[in-house]
């Protein structure tokens, strides 16, 4: 158990939808990031947050966005869902998260299926 | 920009032999590199990582790597494999800067049969 919790663990939606990921962070982590993970793509950074505020972007789609709030989880917000963006989504965390010496914890990751 | 390789998508070895797992990287920079395993239906867990000193590198379960600057490789190791060895291993690149950002490789399977 790496300490970093998301939910749901699963969702199944159509497409056009809007869903919500969450992720909390380890204790004393304050840096999240969020990667997604699929067959054709493997697995690709799309963000991250540091204390609240937007660290780096990666190939984040403009239909996707995301916020850190101050209790330091995040969530993630996908919007008019396409069957392309199913993919199992990963969160992870950081203690700071102002350089990649960090070692960064894993999630169990959120299974997205858009129909 | 960085990429990385891994050269292999599957791997396939009996129990007790010996394995490696290739890992080629591209920067203009200078980088930190690290390999992750997946087991499945899980999460991502660190192996090991480098970020400076000695270039070979010793990780958990037994696994280790070595820093190859010249050839911009980073290779996984491990003497004997166990059967719960099974699982997908992903080669990671971040650098200097003021993100934590990493870049993964495709993966590679490491399938450990009996």
New interface residues.
């Given amino acids: 158990d790496?300490g970093?919790t998301q939910t749901p663990k699963h969702l199944i939606t159509a497409t056009g939808q809007r869903v919500t990921l969450r992720c909390s962070p380890r204790s004393g982590d304050l840096?999240v990031?969020w990667?997604q993970q699929s067959l054709d793509q493997?697995?690709?950074?799309l963000i991250?947050y540091y204390n609240g505020e937007e660290?780096?972007k990666?190939n984040i789609l403009e239909r996707f966005s995301a916020q850190q709030f101050p209790d330091l989880h995040s969530e993630l917000n996908l919007s008019s869902l396409e069957l392309g963006d199913s993919a199992l989504y990963?969160c992870?965390s950081?203690v700071?998260?102002?350089?990649?010496?960090?070692?960064?914890?894993?999630?169990?990751?959120t299974r997205l299926t858009v129909l | 920009a960085q990429s990385v390789t891994q050269l292999d998508s599957q791997v396939p070895v009996f129990e007790e032999a010996p394995v490696e797992l290739r890992c080629n990287y591209s920067s203009s920079v200078s980088?930190?590199l690290f390999w992750?395993v997946q087991y499945p239906?899980?999460?991502?867990?660190?192996l090991l990582?480098y970020?400076s000193g000695s270039t070979l590198v010793k990780g958990i379960n037994g696994f280790e790597a070595e820093f190859n600057k010249s050839q911009t490789s980073f290779h996984l190791r491990k003497p004997s494999v166990h059967i719960s060895d099974t699982a997908e291993y992903?080669c990671a690149v971040?650098?200097?800067?003021?993100?934590?950002?990493?870049?993964?490789?495709?993966?590679t399977t490491l399938q450990v049969k009996p």
């Fill in positions: 790496s970093v840096s990031y990667y493997g697995l690709q950074f991250q660290r780096a990666g990963f992870a950081s700071s998260g102002t350089g990649s010496t960090d070692t960064q914890y894993f999630g169990p990751g | 980088v930190y992750y239906n899980q999460g991502l867990q660190l990582k970020l992903f971040g650098r200097l800067g003021n993100t934590g950002k990493l870049i993964f490789g495709q993966g």
